[in-house]
């Protein structure tokens, strides 16, 4: 072999190696930005959160997953996160040209009017900035988005972080099994102030209630607790039947939420009603509760009492609610 092919081919090595070196580092640059991010549901985690966490807007997440079922994660399910999707401006003016409001998935049976009736926004423009031309014809899973006010957008973002919290706040011990509830009983104290500790003494040593707390939940009015504040009752805790209806059936599987307050003489404070939007949600959510078993306790039949109240806002908490 002459000395000329001997350089000539380690050249062509070289060329070899350095093509082969090269092709790999790209490829392995190419699978960091393909490779997706993998994110593991905790317990108690949402959807919306996660979406927060890694500011992926939540259609984005549904359509990665093909969720079906967005409300129902199991722990440790692992979710795609759509990276390229992650919106890394931080420009606030931009955001202000953003059109505002909120991404919806279509589920089985829902109408236009009760997404409008949800997010308080006509139909029409719904269909406007969906271009839907036949709104008889949706289809189950397309997502939707509807356009809302700040203003409306700023309450429904209040409630949500509200929601979470809740949910955080009723989570069951890990040991508690959840009982079987079909309805949510609100009642009112009929008393101007009181708080679970207070009706506790008074169901468990007045009444001669063994398990104290008739409810699962009070909500505070100011007096006798600060305004707006959620107590949690060891009947939820337990997951034990209620105390706060003469019926069995209804105490066995009715959830009960008393708001402090004498509602026949004046209506539940704003911050008492927000409270309890946000929890009957959670609520609903957690037990499949539909809004046609959200009662109040005069509502129930032979039970005979005008509670929660003639001035307690029953319309106006059913048009907040879920269907
Ligand atoms: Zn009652």
């Not at 506790?200 to 707006?228: C, E, S």
């Amino acid at each position: 072999m002459n000395l000329s092919l001997i350089r000539k081919t380690h050249k062509y090595q070289f060329l070899l190696f350095l093509f082969i070196f090269l092709f790999v580092a790209v490829m392995d640059c190419y699978c960091l930005m393909q490779r997706p991010l993998i994110h593991k549901v905790k317990r108690g985690e949402t959807l919306w959160e996660i979406a927060v966490k890694y500011n992926v807007p939540l259609n984005k997440l549904i359509e990665a997953n093909k969720l079906k079922n967005i409300n129902k994660l199991k722990i440790n399910q692992s979710l795609i996160i759509p990276i390229n999707e992650i919106n890394f401006s931080t420009d606030s003016s931009a955001k202000t040209l953003e059109r505002t409001g909120v991404y919806y998935r279509l589920k089985k049976g829902d109408t236009l009017w009760d997404i409008s009736r949800k997010y308080k926004v006509s139909i029409e423009k719904i269909t406007a900035e969906n271009n839907i031309i036949s709104p008889t014809r949706l289809k189950v899973g397309e997502v939707l988005f509807i356009p809302m006010s700040a203003k409306n957008l700023d309450r429904m973002s209040y409630l949500d972080r509200m929601k979470l919290e809740i949910r955080k706040q009723i989570m069951l011990p890990k040991n508690v099994k959840m009982r079987r509830w079909q309805y949510i009983v609100i009642h009112h104290s009929a008393t101007d102030s009181g708080s679970a500790k207070s009706f506790n003494y008074y169901h468990k040593y007045k009444r001669h209630m063994t398990n104290g707390l008739a409810y699962d939940f009070v909500i505070d009015n100011g007096h006798g607790g600060p305004d707006g504040k959620l107590e949690i009752g060891s009947r939820w805790r337990r997951q034990i039947q209620g105390g706060h209806v003469k019926s069995d059936y209804y105490n066995n599987y009715g959830i009960g939420i008393c708001l402090v307050g004498n509602f026949t003489r004046y209506a539940p404070t704003e911050k008492q009603f927000n409270k309890l939007v946000a929890l009957v949600n959670v609520l609903q959510d957690m037990c499949s509760i539909p809004l046609s078993r959200v009662v109040g306790h005069g509502g129930i039949k032979k039970e005979y009492t005008e509670c929660p109240g003639r001035l307690f806002p029953m319309r106006r908490l059913k048009s907040n609610l879920r269907f």
